[in-house]
């Protein structure tokens, strides 16, 4: 991993992945300025490990129940992974079964400069490439990083229930972005 510290508040960085369809598209619709993204709208951002990842498997369809309660507070939900189209394809034929956009191609580079946990496979049956450990961003209306949970391991995931009570709170009252302390965000 990098010593690149993701810091709370500072500007999402225009991060091109692959869509579904196979354009290259930016993972966060508002960090790309030709994007209507929809004035007020916020988007979370799950970092999964891949196809490989039964638990990022179970934590993907977990949210996928709660799409609509997201959606209901202005939180667009997107995931994204190293994986290539066909990993993606064959994770969605065998268990996986979401509606909210996943993308495929992110890069040793793009998870240093969002400072995510980066792991070798341990063997080529787990994958065959160096794959990001899973974190979750929420990035908020004004493209900053309004919270973030990174892990460096499959097991620590953030509540999911809890983080749409927190989000809902956040975006009535206008709970401004914590821990910037000496940050100058």
């Not at 993701?6 to 960090?31: C, H, M, N, W, Y």
């Not at 400069?113 to 063997?123: C, D, H």
Request: glycine share 8%.
């Amino acid at each position: 991993m990098s010593a690149y510290k993701l810091r709370a508040g500072q500007q999402f960085p225009d991060i091109k992945v692959q869509s579904e369809d196979g354009r290259q598209v930016s993972l966060v619709p508002t960090s790309d300025p030709s994007s209507p993204s929809g004035s007020d709208r916020w988007t979370a951002v799950i970092f999964y490990r891949g196809q490989h990842c039964p638990i990022c498997t179970n934590f993907l369809n977990e949210a996928e129940t709660m799409v609509g309660r997201f959606q209901g507070i202005g939180v667009d939900l997107v995931a994204v992974s190293a994986d290539s189209p066909q990993q993606l394809q064959k994770n969605r034929d065998d268990d996986l079964n979401v509606s909210f956009p996943i993308f495929t191609g992110l890069t040793v580079p793009q998870m240093e400069q969002l400072g995510l946990y980066i792991s070798e496979p341990m063997s080529s049956s787990e994958t065959d490439h160096m794959f990001n450990e899973p974190a979750l961003m929420v990035v908020n209306s004004s493209n900053q990083i309004q919270l973030f949970d990174i892990a460096n391991g499959p097991f620590l995931r953030p509540n999911l229930e809890q983080l749409i009570r927190g989000l809902s709170y956040a975006r009535e009252n206008k709970y401004p972005v914590r821990g910037t302390h000496g940050h100058g965000a």
